[in-house]
């Protein structure tokens, strides 16, 4: 499957898109991981992401098009692929669907996951985050066995350093300012599934029903 994730920081586009590749074998590809591997790596694309990290503003345009455009071409796309925190702005929109176009490729749907407010911000606050391989922990409800270890590959769990209370409301002004007019825009597309998140299973469930699978 070929699918976009739409949704507010929080809103669990990480979770499901990893739930999604144990289906059938498509790829989850998340930006913000691209991004944070780039920046912990202090590669030229880490040096010229990381303050807009920092402060949850985005990343231009072009930086985010250059990785997409190359990330899209690799092999492991040909059994499909999850697009966690991609497109983000109508310009990313506008070009991926050139980019698409031009390779001949056709998505199946774009997943607006919809979640109040109040549970993302709850959330947000109480997310912590594998330093190794990118696994999501809560100190709530789903912590690791050992605190401040990741179950999975022994690495250092930690909360993201756009994780702050301050950088956590200006990520959600941005997504309200820049990405949620994408769900009109793919609304338009008449690629749209909306789905309301009372939990990650009822996202896939809504998705699989879509796709017939
Ligand atoms: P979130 O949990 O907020 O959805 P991500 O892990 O997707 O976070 O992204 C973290 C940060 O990486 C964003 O706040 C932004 O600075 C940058 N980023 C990720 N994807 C994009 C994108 N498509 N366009 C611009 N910036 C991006
Ligand atoms: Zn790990």
Redesign the pocket.
Known sequence: MKLILL?????G??TVAKLLTKLDGSVQI???????GAVAAGSELGKK?EA??????????D??MGI?GERLKQDDCKAGYLL??????IP?AEALKVLLESMGEKLDCAVEIDVARDVILDR?TT?RTCTGCGEIYNVKSNPPKQEGICDKCGEPVVQ?D?ETEE?ISN?LN??NEQTAPLVDFYKKEGMLLSVQATSSDAVIDAIKNKLGI
Do not use: C, N
């Open positions: 949704g507010a920081p929080g809103a586009k990480g998340s930006t913000g991981d691209i991004l944070r992401a807009a990290m920092k402060a949850g503003d985005l990343v231009s345009d930086l985010i997409m966690d925190g991609f497109p983000r702005t990313q947000l997310r993201r756009d950088a990520r941005v997504y």
